[in-house]
């Protein structure tokens, strides 16, 4: 096989987060992923789609767009939304940064992301939206 892509849309309610990670986890199966990249993919997934939901909707329900591709052993992700957008995208990055403090956020999503994944670029411009890229080499059982 040489490349597999998917893409998925779908409302942001956060009932569909769930539905996401579980979408990208059957996708990427078909790589032989370890349970432990299973669930380091469905992390950082549950985070960008989250914030998509919270941050870039602020509650209102639009759409969530999850593309994904499979090259070899090299699973990546985007998901994108066209919400408010980040107009500080190095700030909301830091650890501990949240837009919304009177949620209780963590602001911990990108440094989830970014633990989780190999690679982790953010693209957002305000009033039209944030699209979160993301890869994991799959495969790297005990590497």
Do not use: C, W
Not at 61 to 82: C, M, P
Not at 92 to 115: K, V
Not at 121 to 143: E, F
């Amino acid at each position: 096989m040489n490349r597999n892509e998917m893409k998925l849309e779908f409302d942001s309610y956060s009932a569909n987060e769930a539905f996401a990670r579980v979408t990208v986890a059957a996708f990427m199966a078909q790589m032989n992923p370890s349970m432990e990249e299973v669930a380091d993919v469905k992390t950082a997934v549950s985070e960008a789609v989250t914030n998509s939901i919270i941050h870039g909707y602020e509650g209102e329900v639009h759409k969530i767009t999850i593309s994904g591709v499979i090259e070899g052993q090299r699973l990546s992700l985007e998901i994108a939304d066209q919400g408010v957008g980040i107009a500080d995208v190095k700030k909301a990055m830091e650890p501990m940064y949240t837009s919304r403090p009177e949620l209780e956020r963590s602001g911990m999503g990108f440094l989830f992301m970014e633990a989780f994944m190999d690679e982790i670029r953010v693209i957002s411009q305000p009033g039209k939206g944030t699209t979160v890229l993301m890869s994991k080499r799959i495969g790297q059982h005990g590497a």
